[in-house]
């Protein structure tokens, strides 16, 4: 009997092995805990959705150690993923999930 194995390239699972919170985009900007990620072929997509008449409504795979990019997976039939920039580059660089709400909590 043969088994199969299934790889990933390095790079799909590095992506694939994110958190995953449902999200819709705006104007280009996606939202989570507070923070922000821009793609202008973000924008790009959620135009032509609403010309549709469609909510775009997206999948945002965010790295929990690195909020500086998310990840978007749009829900087309080849589960497209747009890289996202945070809109606070300075703040988000190497911040993790756990610091974020830490910080959220404290200012509070």
Do not use: C
């Not at 703040?91 to 993790?96: E, P, Q």
């Amino acid at each position: 009997m043969t088994t199969i194995v299934r790889t990933l390239p390095g790079k799909d699972a590095l992506i694939l092995a994110r958190s995953v919170v449902a999200r819709t985009s705006s104007k280009g900007y996606v939202e989570a805990h507070g923070l922000r990620w821009r793609s202008d072929a973000l924008r790009g997509w959620e135009l032509s959705e609403i010309k549709l008449g469609r909510t775009p409504t997206v999948n945002v795979r965010i790295d929990e150690l690195d909020l500086s990019v998310v990840f978007v997976e749009l829900p087309d039939a080849d589960k497209t993923v747009i890289r996202a920039i945070s809109t606070q580059p300075q703040y988000t660089s190497r911040l993790s999930l756990f610091e974020h709400q830490k910080l959220k909590a404290t200012l509070k």
